[in-house]
C-alpha cells in the first residue's frame, strides 16, 4: 500500500483498518478506527476523502463499499471524532 501520512503509524493503522472490514462496523473494526484517528491526529495529519477513495480502490474495494465507507466514516464519523478529540484538550478534561 502507498504511504499517505507522514507518520509510519497513522500509514500502518489506516492500512490495518482499510485492510479488514472497515465498513462492517464491528467492534475490532471500530477500534481500528478509533486507533488510526487518534494517530491521525496525535500526528497533526487528516484523512481526506481523495486519500480513502483511492486507499480502498488500491484494495480492490466495490465501490459500493467505498462510497459507505467514505458517507459514514469520513462524514459521520471522523469529523464527530476530531472535534470531540479537539473538545477534550481544549478543555484539558481527563478521561479516566
Sequence with gaps: MKI?????????KFHLWLSNFPEEYHQLDENRFFD??????????YLTEEILRIAMSELNKPKHII???V????????????????????N???IE
Excluded: C, P, T
Design 4 to 12: 499517505y501520512f507522514k507518520n509510519e503509524k497513522a500509514n500502518r
Design 92 to 94: 484539558a478534561i481527563q
Design 36 to 45: 488510526f484517528i487518534l494517530e491521525l491526529e496525535n500526528s497533526g495529519e
Design 67 to 69: 462510497e459507505k465507507v
Design 71 to 90: 458517507k459514514d466514516s469520513l462524514d459521520n464519523k471522523y469529523f464527530l471524532l476530531k472535534r470531540f478529540i479537539r473538545f477534550v484538550k481544549e
